[in-house]
């Protein structure tokens, strides 16, 4: 999906990032998104449409949303890709020292650590992973993920997000935001556009 054709898309209503008094608490949530693409014409116009669909997204064609501590970049979701229909797969990036949101979701998700070191906090008990390790967060789970390196900690996160909604397993929740200020030390910090 490119910016274009996100800043046509209508804002999304209230909701966990914006109480009914319409103030905005953190605008990396405010865009309508397609959690369920439709799926219509004739079975062979379907097979033909969705074989010819792309299978390498570039990573480098999406921005990277947030900041000033935690990025993401949402590349493969039924909104930007017509042959993902039930995953959903996007890119954390965490400053040197930083920190998530805390939430919570229906969904069990996958965290697959490409560089840095860190921990994730599930429902109060930490578990540290670096590069190479992959962390599960397992459904309903109260969850945070940390930087405890010096450096930038990327990660890979892959679950059935349009699934879980598909069926009606539609609880999140945040229950503390993203820092608004940068870390101490790490003020200039932006992600790099090669990822």
Request: with cysteine; charged share 20%.
């Amino acid at each position: 999906m490119t910016e274009n054709t996100e800043a046509q898309a209508p804002k999304a209503g209230p909701g966990h990032n914006r109480p009914e008094e319409g103030e905005v608490v953190w605008t990396f949530w405010q865009k309508k998104r397609t959690f369920v693409r439709a799926l219509e014409g004739t079975y062979g116009e379907v097979y033909k449409s969705l074989y010819a669909q792309p299978r390498v997204i570039p990573t480098s064609a999406f921005q990277w949303k947030g900041g000033p501590q935690f990025w993401a970049k949402a590349v493969i979701n039924p909104g930007s890709v017509a042959v993902a229909q039930s995953i959903e797969c996007h890119i954390n990036l965490l400053a040197p020292r930083a920190i998530s949101q805390k939430h919570g979701h229906m969904n069990s998700a996958v965290l697959y650590i490409l560089n840095g070191c860190g921990e994730d906090i599930h429902d109060g008990h930490k578990h540290p992973y670096e590069a190479g390790d992959a962390c599960i967060v397992e459904n309903g789970c109260v969850h945070q993920h940390v930087n405890t390196g010096d450096g930038q900690q990327v990660a890979l996160v892959m679950k059935a997000k349009p699934l879980f909604l598909f069926m009606h397993m539609l609880f999140q929740k945040v229950v503390d935001y993203p820092p608004d200020t940068p870390v101490p030390g790490a003020e200039d910090y932006q992600p790099p556009e090669n990822i």
